[in-house]
């Protein structure tokens, strides 16, 4: 750990996907993901860092709750406000780096003691929209509490330009690109319309950062932002969006910069990415060296999950055989959630290190998920209870009373087997994905069926993305007022009506199409 005085250092506290607000109606997991965002504001305090940095989904919702408004803004206030002062030297034009009324850092108003600064990137679940085109971490910059920076107006045509920070000889230029639609983004590089600017002296002695928020692993062919497309004079990548935690930075051997991905920093789906440890981790820059020191989260909920193929298991092998077996599976089953549960509760009480040893810790009640291949290769077969009686076996006992197992076949066909697999392992990370590619697809079927030559498609993809995903019901309106000002600046463009007539038939197609899991 790097000398808490040293004035060379820049130490940043790097987190990202805290999903403030996630299932938070429910009663026993309700307060998770605040809890857990507290926890990390705890830390830049108590770690005493220079600056605290956020990859994006500061929030779950487009439009969070006031309850989570709320949380967020007394966990910052409580942690990052103070008489402190903040030792990093601002050496860009804020006005470039920050829109809105108040278009200069924080910590540089008069009217504001900040201590520690949080500089943020928006993400897809909590990106601007409606009228005005804000979203969340615009209120948080407005009332001071947050840097809202790297901002993606045009998703067409992408200017990244750096925050540059200095603390003693240590230059830090951070770079940021908030969240743009995966398909989108990668046809702007590979159209060359994404600029990156570096500082205009003595390129060599900046440190460059970047935030990213976007599939890191190619779900679709399109559907991602290969590490390649991002520019070589990047010395660290924090990749946002991505759940599972991989905190240690890894060398990409073809353009030499490091790339971190933090993970969230609450479970939002029971996937093995989401099981394993939540971290956070401390980068202290010094010239152009960098460290990383990671720190478990200890108010994270425990998960365990496992996967068993009940014809394989020893205890189960002959029941396939045995007429009327469901109880005897039943049996099996509940006991190796048993076993989990324990598994759980061992794990959550050795991350609770330095509490006394006299304190009875309350374990909070786990988050268990066993996946069960009912498969019988060799005949017979598995009598299984429903899923959710089953889980409901477990009321008390667990944090997901309803969903803790979860059966499945495999093809016998092994092309079929094949495929199966790669759907089990994506299935959750691409809900989202396969979401967005119907709006596109919906979008170009529809303007190649009406021949249109002039409406602007993507902005129109957008607008339907934004209708049906975040539930705003004014986007169409907004994207045809928008539309039409552009065309009467240019041409005639289409009519009133001919504009009119296609926000309508999106309006009338989208509302009938549930919307996805978020």
């Not at 045009?154 to 603390?167: F, R, T, W, Y």
């Not at 932002?225 to 890894?250: A, Q, R, S, T, Y």
């Amino acid at each position: 750990m790097p000398d808490l005085g040293d004035a060379e250092t820049i130490r940043i506290l790097v987190a990202t996907d805290n999903h403030v607000g996630y299932n938070e109606r429910d009663p026993i997991r309700g307060d998770d993901s605040w809890k857990s965002f507290h926890e990390v504001m705890c830390l830049a305090r108590e770690r005493d860092v220079d600056m605290v940095l956020l990859a994006g989904d500061l929030f779950h919702e487009n439009k969070p709750s006031r309850k989570s408004m709320y949380q967020v803004m007394r966990s910052i206030r409580m942690n990052c406000l103070g008489d402190k002062p903040c030792e990093l030297e601002l050496l860009s034009d804020a006005s470039e780096n920050f829109q809105g009324a108040f278009n200069h850092v924080n910590y540089e108003d008069l009217d504001i003691n900040v201590a520690i600064p949080i500089f943020s990137i928006h993400g897809n679940h909590d990106d601007p929209s409606g009228e005005g085109h804000l979203a969340a971490l615009d209120i948080l910059q407005v009332s001071g509490l947050l840097n809202y920076y790297g901002r993606t107006p045009e998703s067409d045509n992408i200017q990244v330009k750096p925050v540059l920070l200095q603390k003693g000889r240590t230059k830090l230029a951070l770079y940021g690109m908030s969240n743009v639609r995966d398909e989108r983004l990668f046809r702007t590089f590979r159209d060359g319309k994404v600029k990156f600017y570096q500082p205009s002296v003595q390129k060599e002695d900046w440190f460059n950062l970047i935030c990213v928020h976007q599939n890191h692993h190619a779900y679709t062919e399109t559907g991602y932002l290969p590490e390649n497309f991002l520019p070589e004079f990047l010395d660290l990548v924090i990749w946002g969006h991505e759940h599972e935690c991989l905190i240690n930075p890894k060398l990409n051997p073809e353009t030499k910069f490091h790339v971190m991905q933090p993970g969230s920093s609450v479970a939002t789906s029971l996937v093995p990415g989401e099981a394993v440890t939540k971290q956070v981790s401390i980068v202290s820059i010094t010239g152009r060296d960098f460290k990383c020191e990671p720190i478990p989260l200890k108010t994270v909920r425990p998960f365990v999950m496992k996967e068993i193929v009940l014809s394989e298991e020893k205890g189960a092998q002959k029941l396939a055989r045995k007429e009327n077996n469901r109880t005897e599976v039943t049996r099996f089953l509940m006991t190796i959630v048993e076993e989990l549960i324990e598994q759980a509760k061992a794990e959550w009480l050795a991350m609770q290190e330095d509490v006394e040893e006299e304190e009875e810790l309350e374990v909070p009640l786990p988050l268990v998920r066993l996946r069960v291949e009912i498969s019988t290769p060799e005949g017979g077969s598995y009598d299984c209870e429903n899923p959710q009686r089953f889980s409901n076996r477990f009321v008390g006992k667990v944090a997901n009373v309803n969903d803790v197992v979860q059966f499945y076949r495999k093809k016998k066909n092994a092309a079929n087997r094949k495929k199966d697999d790669d759907v089990d392992a994506t299935a959750v990370s691409q809900l989202s994905t396969l979401d967005t590619v119907k709006v596109e697809q919906l979008v170009r079927e529809f303007l190649s069926a009406q021949s249109l030559s002039i409406l602007p498609q993507n902005s129109f993809g957008d607008a339907v993305a934004q209708f049906i995903d975040k539930d705003d019901k004014h986007a169409m309106e907004i994207w045809k007022t928008c539309s039409l000002e552009a065309s009467r600046r240019g041409h005639e463009g289409r009519s009133d009506s001919s504009l009119n007539q296609m926000a309508g038939t999106v309006n009338s197609t989208a509302s009938g199409k549930t919307n996805p899991e978020r």
